[in-house]
């Protein structure tokens, strides 16, 4: 039995003591006539239960039942609130909309970058990702999936009418006095619509180089690459490394009067202040290559390109750090090695590569050991064990040496294990050596693409 298959009566759990739930590890689920529909676990103790009813029970984890008794207040009435709405035949209701700011606010509190409403075979789900990590929320009955949709449209100015195509939107809330960004992407699925509302937290994204949890020889090389005026800086790793973070958070430190600094993004998500930023959109010819060709006329000091993706874009950023440019980029390659590699089946001219490329930076997120519960699970960590995130890394200089075997187009592994280079694995070892992370988890994410 899947929890997103349930649907909870959260009016007759809270006919319960909260404490003896937790205490007693049961999550009631609903009654029925004689029948009481439970979650348990293996420690689970139904003494609890004085009523002379048969008990029909469902096996989940101890941390999911202690989770789901977590912030009964708000599940309560985010239930409440949808069962209204579903009798509501007005969309735009102010049911709606304290529905959507109690469940925003929650997300925001649980440190979310996204939420996801997904539509099942018999329910309507609402999962959060925290720290890289899906978590159901909350799940409602189907028929609330039209109406949160509809609502969700109408704030994104979308066709609250169109559920067959795929859409994208935005919008922006006032909470507690501080605006947030949104973003918004509708999907059709075969039991109806997905709709992933991304939070896009500019106080998240542009953090101090120096809070993302690098190792102190990382800082150093930032440190070296924030002093350079030209030549080319890669960012890699896979999908969600933490590369955007990284990158804004540089851009922010080496964002001065005197510096003109223009990006090409797609789309630009985060606003900078004092940085020109250019959206891609290539319905009205604005695309990636042309807009990375008239960049070079607008005599910036600093080009960030969100990724390079081909062969000519490649090329051009080749050109532009050779002319005085400080390009940085991100890059889709697992390591430094990896990322040469990707750059000569790019076809780079090895000459041009040896003569600009700086550093190679390979990064991954970690999870970081709750250090509230030590790993045994508790309300801070959403009964993970687990809070927060850190970057484990690799920052590969390019010296005379490696530029030479570059423009040959030579392996460098070699070379790197006399000068005895620390690996990104080398440095997560030592995260786990200090206690902020597991052995599990740095393999987990260096092996991940």
Not at 91 to 96: A, E, G, H, M, W
Not at 413 to 425: G, M, V
Request: net charge negative.
């Amino acid at each position: 039995m899947k929890i997103y298959d349930v649907l909870i009566d959260y009016e007759f759990v809270k006919s319960f003591d909260l404490s003896s739930l937790k205490e007693s590890l049961i999550l009631p689920i609903k009654k029925d006539g004689i029948y009481i529909d439970t979650f348990v676990c293996e420690e689970s103790n139904s003494n609890i239960f004085n009523e002379t009813c048969i008990f029909r029970e469902k096996r989940i984890s101890k941390d999911e039942i202690l989770f789901f008794l977590s912030d009964i207040d708000i599940r309560y009435k985010l239930f409440v609130l949808s069962k209204k709405a579903l009798r509501s035949e007005n969309l735009n209701s102010n049911i709606i909309s304290e529905f959507m700011n109690i469940l925003i606010q929650n997300a925001i509190a649980s440190r979310s970058s996204d939420i996801h409403m997904e539509t099942f075979e018999n329910s309507s789900v609402i999962r959060f990702r925290i720290d890289g990590i899906m978590k159901i929320f909350y799940v409602f009955q189907k028929e609330f999936a039209n109406v949160i949709s509809s609502h969700i449209k109408m704030l994104s100015n979308l066709d609250i009418t169109n559920s067959r195509i795929p859409m994208d939107g935005s919008f922006s809330l006032y909470l507690d006095d501080k605006k947030y960004d949104f973003r918004v992407s509708t999907m059709p699925t075969i039991n109806g619509e997905s709709i992933v509302i991304r939070v896009l937290d500019n106080q998240n994204i542009l953090k101090k180089i120096d809070s993302l949890g690098f190792s102190s020889h990382i800082l150093t090389a930032i440190e070296d690459i924030k002093k350079l005026t030209q030549g080319l800086v890669l960012i890699t790793g896979p999908t969600g490394s933490g590369k955007s973070t990284t990158l804004y958070s540089l851009i922010k430190e080496i964002n001065k009067e005197d510096k003109k600094i223009v990006t090409i993004e797609d789309p630009v998500e985060y606003k900078l202040q004092q940085v020109q930023q250019i959206e891609i959109n290539d319905p009205i010819g604005l695309s990636f290559d042309t807009v990375l060709r008239s960049v070079l006329r607008q005599d910036p000091d600093v080009i960030l390109i969100g990724e390079i993706r081909d062969e000519l874009s490649l090329n051009i950023a080749l050109q532009a750090s050779l002319t005085g440019h400080l390009v940085l980029a991100s890059v889709h390659a697992n390591n430094s090695i990896q990322t040469l590699n990707r750059l000569y089946d790019l076809k780079a001219d090895n000459y041009l590569l040896s003569a600009t490329l700086k550093y190679i930076f390979s990064q991954r997120l970690v999870l970081n050991i709750c250090t509230n519960c030590k790993k045994q699970g508790c309300k801070k960590c959403n009964y993970k064990g687990f809070y927060g995130r850190s970057c484990i890394a690799e920052a590969l200089k390019v010296d005379e040496d490696i530029s030479r075997m570059i423009s040959k187009e030579e392996s460098i592994i070699e070379y790197l294990d006399e000068i005895k280079f620390k690996t990104i694995l080398d440095d997560g070892k030592e995260k786990v050596a200090s206690n902020i992370t597991t052995i599990e988890e740095v393999y987990k994410v260096i092996e991940k693409i």
